[in-house]
């Protein structure tokens, strides 16, 4: 028994590995029993999910193989539906970033102090030492709240949101101690505007959006000058998640073009702080703008990776397993957000033969 195919999922006329294969405007599908899962398992997923089995789910992507498998939407949500990534917004900052480091036009080590002469005035991260992997890494040291950058419309919407950062106080010296900081990704947008000339929301449309197709996108912008809220403010369709998924898949290769090195890709993934959150049962790590999940049985120590936003919001990567998950959601709690764990390790990852 197939699963149900209520959003355009078609039998593939012919199937093949992936490792070649690039989405056009939409994805190619197959059945999933077509390319190696199980039918019946992803037959009573569906099922569980049109009788809303999680209350708080909205929808549910499955790539594998290059093939889109799954593809499930309930209560009223679309495929052509902009949906709010929140802090997965920081995974996209973070490939932009490697994009510049592609382009020579940033190096990891670069000095933050360097890139803001204008705001020189300022001690703490410009007396630091601060480097541009320390904003990767969730490591700056910098005191702030995470509740002003962690909406995607922060209540400081009217100020310039790097003099407001800067002014704050260390916590810790950069580089020693690991805190969720959606700031630290609001930094990186002006290391970009820097580094490139480009407004980061420009330097995404020209750079990774337009290579990976992706045209119906919003992205909340601030002071100074447009500068995007790289924390959390980006909003893309679900299907257009899983394109960024797949570029991380593909290890930053799209159409035969290199957009970000496989070693950017790796260091993404690189486990820099571990044990930082458990949610449910699964204790993650943290990588470069890129949550590290529990090892998956039979696979490397570091294989699934995740972006992954308030309220449920995931994309996920496995690549020993060749797969690629999108969630959207509407979760009121840790447990509610985490449930798409819970979904890939005991049902989508043992369907796959």
């Known amino acids: 028994m197939s699963a149900p195919t209520p959003w355009e999922i078609q039998p593939a006329a012919?199937?093949?590995?992936?490792?070649t294969y690039w989405p056009?405007?939409?994805w190619r599908?197959?059945?999933p029993n077509q390319v190696g899962m199980d039918g019946d398992a992803m037959a009573a997923l569906s099922r569980d999910m049109q009788r809303r089995r999680w209350e708080t789910l909205r929808s549910l992507l499955i790539v594998h193989r290059g093939y889109l498998v799954f593809n499930e939407y309930v209560v009223g949500?679309?495929?052509?539906?902009?949906?709010p990534l929140h802090s997965m917004t920081a995974t996209v900052t973070g490939l932009l970033a490697g994009i510049a480091v592609r382009e020579d036009k940033l190096h990891a080590i670069d000095g933050v102090r360097q890139l803001f002469p204008e705001y020189s005035d300022f001690g703490g991260p410009f007396t630091s030492g601060m480097v541009v992997d320390d904003l990767l890494s969730m490591r700056s040291g910098i005191s702030i709240d995470e509740e002003i950058f962690g909406s995607a419309a922060p209540t400081t919407a009217t100020v310039d949101w790097l003099r407001l950062i800067f002014s704050r106080p260390m916590m810790a010296m950069p580089g020693e101690t690991?805190?969720?900081s959606s700031a630290d990704a609001v930094i990186l947008g002006g290391v970009l505007r820097a580094t490139t000339g480009e407004?980061?929301?420009a330097y995404a449309r020209r750079t990774l959006f337009a290579s990976l197709g992706i045209t119906d996108y919003t992205w909340y912008t601030g002071q100074p000058n447009g500068l995007p809220q790289m924390g959390s403010g980006l909003s893309l369709t679900a299907p257009d998640m899983a394109r960024i998924g797949y570029l991380l898949l593909r290890k930053g290769q799209w159409q035969g073009t290199q957009l970000v090195t496989p070693a950017w890709v790796a260091g993404m993934g690189e486990r820099k702080s571990e044990g930082v959150v458990r949610w449910l049962q699964y204790s993650l790590d943290f990588g470069r703008m890129l949550w590290v999940l529990p090892a998956l049985p039979?696979?490397?120590a570091t294989d699934a990776v995740a972006g992954t936003g308030i309220r449920g919001q995931w994309i996920i990567v496995v690549p020993s397993r060749?797969?690629?998950v999108v969630a959207t959601g509407a979760a009121q709690t840790v447990d509610e957000h985490a449930e798409v764990l819970r979904l890939l390790y005991d049902v989508i990852v043992p369907a796959i033969r």
């Not at 012919?14 to 490792?19: F, I, K, L, R, S």
């Open 298 to 300: 039979g696979g490397p």
């Open 199 to 201: 407004a980061a929301n």
């Open 322 to 324: 060749d797969l690629v």
């Open 24 to 26: 056009a405007a939409q």
């Open 178 to 180: 690991w805190h969720y």
């Open 14 to 19: 012919t199937v093949d590995d992936g490792t």
């Open 77 to 83: 949500t679309t495929p052509q539906q902009l949906q």
């Open 29 to 31: 599908t197959a059945l």
